[in-house]
């Protein structure tokens, strides 16, 4: 998918498409086929050539793919469990000294586990006092339009408001209230991905360092056993964060809609107005700032949450491959008898998988 393709003349997209082709051709031998998109009116066209070239042709054939992805998973799985399961035998074959020599070495990796977790917590502050910037930033722009468009808005509106001073203040605050929520709202929901994006960007970094803190792992017991354990870690997937509130205050300060009956309003209808179209930027202002820290509050409980799942991963998987190199030699028999199960199980997916492909051709 080739996002934003609406900042491209349709020259420079001829471009950017050869370059991309050129950039996947130089690293795989299938043709992999490339869909220009874009979500803003006028282009819809994409849009449809997404949905005739590729998803109506996947939903055409979704019980194969459901029953590929499905044996996909299962094999990984399956493969997964064999290599931790030969850790285990290979360890439970040794002698007790040899095992206990090899269980010491393997501790240099649990000593290097606080180094891991210091800049695992590292990333996240540094995430963490980013995100009210980057809020901001994104923020800053649409302060002024959306002003000039509840200000226009309001002149409409200003004419079918009631004459009462007290039914003024009413009928305003009850105008500006949705009116306002709306578009905070809609902004909320424009700009999502640009508030998120140090959440994103903490992710990223996490699946780096636990993939790493694997890698080492697997090359000290592939060093220290002669069996590797190269396994993959699922995605740390970060909760939804939800959408922010929107509070309006009062038009004034005092309640002077008591002296609504004496108030000539045919006088003062002017400066009222005038009121409330400043009231109009002064909410705004004070609800974007509040919109701010309400994401801000959001994104950083959200990183600091990634955070110590990052942390209870890490620290799980070292514990699990401590145990599994603790094995005694008395289960071995055992063992070995768990690994040619599991590999009759994957023999059997494999085939029913082969089978599968032949159905469907």
Known sequence: MLTKVDVLE???????????RGQLAGRFEQNIPIYPYSTRPGFERLKRDVEDKLLNQVAMDAASQRRAISNRKITTL?????????????SSEMLDAERLSLQNLLLVEQQSLADTRLEVQLIARHAAACTRSIIERALAPCEIPIRQKLLAAFQVQADQLPHSFAK?????????????SSELLAISGAKRSEFIQPLA????????????????????????????????????VPKPPKMPDVNIGRAFDHNWELLSPVLPMSVLRGAVFKRFRNRIADELFKNLSRLTGQWQEIVTAAIFELQREAEKRIGELLTTVEGLVSARSDSAPQIRADLHRLQAIAGDVTSEDDRSEQHDL
């Open 10 to 20: 349709e020259k420079q997209l001829d471009e950017v498409l050869h370059y991309v």
């Open 201 to 236: 960007d903490v992710q990223r970094q996490y699946q780096r360092v636990i993939q790493n803190f694997r890698d080492r792992l697997s090359d000290r017991t592939l060093a220290l056993y002669g069996v590797p354990l190269k396994t993959t870690e699922p995605d740390i």
């Open 78 to 90: 399956l493969h997964n469990c064999e290599q931790y399961i030969r850790l285990t035998l290979k």
């Open 168 to 180: 003024l203040l009413d009928a305003f605050s009850d105008w500006l209230h949705p009116a306002l």
